[in-house]
């Protein structure tokens, strides 16, 4: 029923709205390569009216002045109303992405109401006003809401990022206006009409549905916005900053990695395997911070190889909302030609395949943008081992001693997550603290608690991360109010 329309509308100042170009945008089931829906195509017309309505909406001080607790209280009531529609909103990003539902339903919508319920406690526990000493003065500071914050969205976790992104610029008393990804925006119109149902006034959640270098360009370059959130590429990240540079706007990116994983031989070995395997087949490899580039110690290393070769083989990859599938398509033709290109770039330039992946067709979904699991090893130089590819693909690099592990490691250019497997945990927290990056796990990857900040460098981003208290103060203007005593 909620695809059924001729199109789903925009939600701008609280209304469901047409863009004012009149144009659409199809949504691509990828399991099936099938249109399921369409949504408005917004441009910069339409992101004017957006910005003014959420600048109104600030402005009128129902949400930005509103008693804090009254605040949280409807936050809480839209992490209620996220639990409620869990099943929906989990079939809604399986159908979008490709992802298996119980992914979805499992992870990443019960994430959106913790968060939610995270950020409307916190809120309620930060002192706005705090007692500075200056000597011969009488100093607070305190902290405001900056006013209207933007956010562009990337499509690989399209619930959970509006959800968990938003959520602090909310708890704070801001308002938001947001620009999800073209390809995945069927999760993010649903979450409005919970926001409208949990009592959020008008014109504080605004989403404006349509392409990057149209809706998203107008919004990073905005002078109404006062705030800017950006998670996705690097190369578009480098635009936005550019964006927001000029007009002296501050700017989170929070970008792509090229995770490494180092696994010492006194850890066992099965579980490090299943551990790594699992990491790079989540949500089909299209997870910034998952583990790529596994570090094997030489002395495990043929044991490694062999059982991650068979755990990859024996993955059920099949249509996202089949309960008994492992792992969904990529989620585009787009994003399957980018994967089957790295694994033949990789291998002209020297890459062996320990499994070789590729293209793959899933019966009864000949459509799909299906790829199987691929293993490589060769020279760290290798293209496949330098850059994030965001599909299911590995890069095995062998190492003897704890230094040449966190050399290799650390070669990269990104900065976002990495991992270290071993029983001795002096060192385990030795070589985590070597890892150059936003996380260092230790015997996991991928698991991030909720309260922890992830502030990711140089090519994974900058201006903090993660859902730690942090990330309440980042959407809160700090200010001094100083009187002399005299
Ligand atoms: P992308 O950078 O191509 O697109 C992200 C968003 O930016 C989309 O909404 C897109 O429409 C918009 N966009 C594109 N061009 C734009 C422009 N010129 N101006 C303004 N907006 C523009 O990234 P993607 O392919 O959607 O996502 C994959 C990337 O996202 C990977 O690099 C991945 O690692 C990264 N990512 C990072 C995190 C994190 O938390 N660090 C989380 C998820 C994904």
Not at 47 to 67: C, E, H, N, P, T
Request: aromatic share 6%; charged share 20%.
């Amino acid at each position: 029923m909620y695809l059924a329309p001729d199109h789903i509308k925009m939600f701008v100042g609280g209304e469901w709205t047409d863009a004012d170009s009149g144009a659409t945008l199809d949504v691509i089931d990828p399991g099936e390569g099938k249109r399921i829906a369409r949504v408005s195509s917004g441009d910069a017309s339409d992101i004017g009216r957006a910005v003014d309505a959420a600048q109104d909406a600030f402005r009128s001080g129902l949400w930005s002045k509103m008693d804090v607790k009254s605040r949280a209280a409807a936050i809480r009531r839209l992490a209620d109303l996220v639990d409620d529609h869990r099943t929906i909103l989990a079939q809604l990003d399986s159908l979008d992405v490709g992802k298996p539902v119980w992914q979805a339903y499992d992870a990443d919508v019960p994430n959106v109401s913790r968060t939610l319920r995270y950020y409307a406690d916190l809120s309620v526990q930060t002192q706005s006003r705090v007692p500075i000493t200056a000597s011969g003065y009488d100093v607070h500071s305190f902290r405001e809401p900056y006013g209207v914050c933007a956010f562009i969205f990337p499509w690989n976790y399209p619930v959970e990022l509006i959800g968990t992104g938003i959520a602090p610029a909310l708890a704070a008393g801001n308002t938001v206006v947001v620009k999800p990804a073209e390809d995945t925006p069927l999760s993010s119109l649903y979450f409005c009409k919970l926001v409208q149902k949990a009592g959020i006034p008008d014109g504080v959640v605004n989403i404006v549905t349509g392409l990057g270098h149209t809706a998203g360009a107008a919004l990073s370059k905005h002078p109404g916005i006062k705030r800017m959130s950006f998670t996705g590429s690097p190369e578009v990240g480098k635009l936005i900053g550019e964006a927001c540079g000029r007009n002296l706007v501050p700017v989170k990116l929070e970008l792509g990695g090229k995770g490494a994983a180092v696994v010492f031989d006194d850890f066992d070995v099965g579980s490090a395997v299943k551990g790594l395997t699992d990491a790079v087949t989540a949500n089909s490899g299209q997870l910034c911070c998952t583990a790529t580039r596994w570090v094997i110690h030489e002395k495990i290393l043929d044991q490694f190889v062999k059982q991650a070769v068979e755990t990859l083989q024996s993955i059920k990859i099949g249509y996202g909302l089949e309960p008994s599938t492992q792992m969904g398509p990529l989620v585009s033709e787009k994003q399957r030609q980018r994967v089957l290109g790295y694994l033949k770039r990789g291998e002209e330039e020297g890459a062996r395949k320990l499994l070789a992946g590729g293209p793959l067709r899933v019966p009864g979904h000949e459509g799909g943008f299906y790829v199987s699991p691929a293993l490589l090893t060769g020279s760290p130089e290798n293209v496949c081992a330098r850059e994030e590819i965001f599909g299911p693909v590995a890069y095995v690099l062998p190492f003897s001693s704890e230094q040449e592990a966190i050399e290799l490691v650390n070669m990269s250019n990104y900065g976002l997550a990495n991992s270290v497997w071993t029983n001795d945990l002096e060192r385990a927290n030795r070589v985590a603290e070597s890892l150059t990056a936003g996380t260092s796990w230790i015997n996991a990857h991928n698991d991030s608690p909720l309260g922890v900040p992830s502030a990711a460098c140089n090519l994974s981003g900058m201006g903090g991360g993660g859902s730690g208290p942090e990330a309440l103060t980042d959407y809160l203007r700090p200010q001094s109010i100083v009187r002399p005593l005299r």
